[in-house]
Nanobody, 119 residues
């Protein structure tokens, strides 16, 4: 099986910063992509940022210039550096990893980490 564990959430004032981490472990042959999603209360889960095996990144318009996604291949870990946080960034942040597991491409989710930005 594959385990995905997020950490780093918390309460921060508007304008502050947080760094989220997500570590994948288990029977992983290859990681194709890793991404961060956000789900605000009463809203659908939305894509925030992704990074693929080549290192190419993609961001939602709402976080461009403020958030940076990066990865450590040796640790199977992805990070999300969040700067200039706004109250609308509040939500549960989920990590998704797209891996080759037992010869098949599969996606795995973490349990989520709460980020709350106060005004």
């Amino acid at each position: 099986q594959v385990q995905v564990v997020e950490s780093g959430g918390g309460l921060v004032q508007a304008g502050g910063s947080l760094r989220l981490s997500c570590a994948a472990s288990g029977s992983i042959s290859r990681i194709n992509a890793m991404g961060w999603y956000r789900q605000a209360l009463g809203k659908q889960r939305e894509l925030i940022a992704t990074i693929i095996s080549s290192g190419s990144t993609n961001y939602a318009d709402s976080v461009k210039g403020r958030f940076t996604i990066s990865k450590d291949n040796a640790k199977n870990t992805v990070y999300l550096q969040m700067n200039s946080l706004k109250p609308e960034d509040t939500g549960v942040y989920y990590c998704n990893v797209d891996v080759i597991f037992l010869g098949l491409a599969r996606g795995f989710w973490g349990q989520g980490t709460q980020v709350t930005v106060s005004s």
